[in-house]
């Protein structure tokens, strides 16, 4: 079984966001807020469960996030893989901005880990970014976001009525465009109950859509349910339940 197509859907809310894949948009007469929380997710290949996620952000007064996503396989996908994928945002939340300063991403195998590292320096424009014997720097543009951090920045976005909306992402070497775009209203049924969303396709560098996210607004613009289409297969991630800060589930 592929493990690539797992960290994809993860870096959605995820990756995912997932999801990013995953934050919490909250409208207020001021502005938007986010609201921090915990949630669990299945993670499937056709009708075989392979993996759960979750994903917490946890936020401190001063306006600085830690947006954190972990998986591991389920079942019987975990007899033939023990891949553990550690997904982490931190940074800035600014006037309704998300605004990151480091990105860790570690794939744990029996044998091997791999691991990387992303520094954002804002006062020269620029992101380092560290692997195992490689070390190296671009210059971003203001609004830059990291492959997880846009998630956050696309739950905002959803909270302020936004249709559509695109971002400029330090991804392996490279600044790409993510644009994601509402399709439709859904009533999605999920384990963790049945909501009204909006649908939105994603759409990398202009390529055709591989992936579909649904979006609950009562749940503080929560993604419920990710899909995206692989050569191997669909794989879809869904949400089994959420708990807020306040204690509401």
């Known amino acids: 079984m592929n493990g690539r197509p797992v960290r994809s859907l993860l ?56 947006y954190r996503a972990y998986t591991a396989p389920v079942g019987l996908a975990a007899v033939f893989r023990k891949d553990e994928i550690t997904e982490q945002s931190e940074g800035r939340i600014v006037d309704d901005t998300i605004i990151p ?53 696309l739950i905002l976005a959803l909270g302020r009525g936004d249709r559509a909306a695109e971002y400029q992402v330090a991804d392996g070497g490279l600044l790409k465009s993510y644009r994601y775009t509402e399709v439709n209203r859904e009533l999605i049924s999920t384990e963790s109950g049945e909501y009204q969303t909006i649908k939105l396709a994603r759409n990398k560098d202009d390529r055709p859509s591989r992936a579909t996210l649904w979006f609950a607004p ?32």
């Open 101 to 153: 300063s480091r990105y860790l991403y570690t794939h744990k195998r029996p044998k091997r880990t791999r691991q990387v590292n992303l520094d954002f320096n804002w006062p020269a424009s620029r992101v380092a970014n560290q692997t195992a014997g490689s070390l190296w720097s671009m210059e971003i543009p203001k609004g830059t976001q990291d492959k997880f951090s846009q998630q956050l920045a």
């Open 11 to 66: 870096t959605l809310l995820l990756a995912t966001w997932l999801v990013p894949l995953p934050g919490i948009a909250q409208p207020a007469a001021s502005g938007q807020t986010i609201k921090p929380y915990s949630a669990e997710y299945r993670v499937s290949m056709g009708s075989l469960v392979i993996g759960r996620a979750n994903i917490t952000l946890r936020l401190s007064g001063d306006g600085q996030y830690s």
């Open 218 to 249: 009562e749940l503080n613009y929560l993604p419920v349910k990710i899909a995206k289409h692989e050569k191997d297969g669909d794989y879809v991630m869904e949400l089994i339940s959420v708990t807020w800060q306040d204690g509401e589930s």
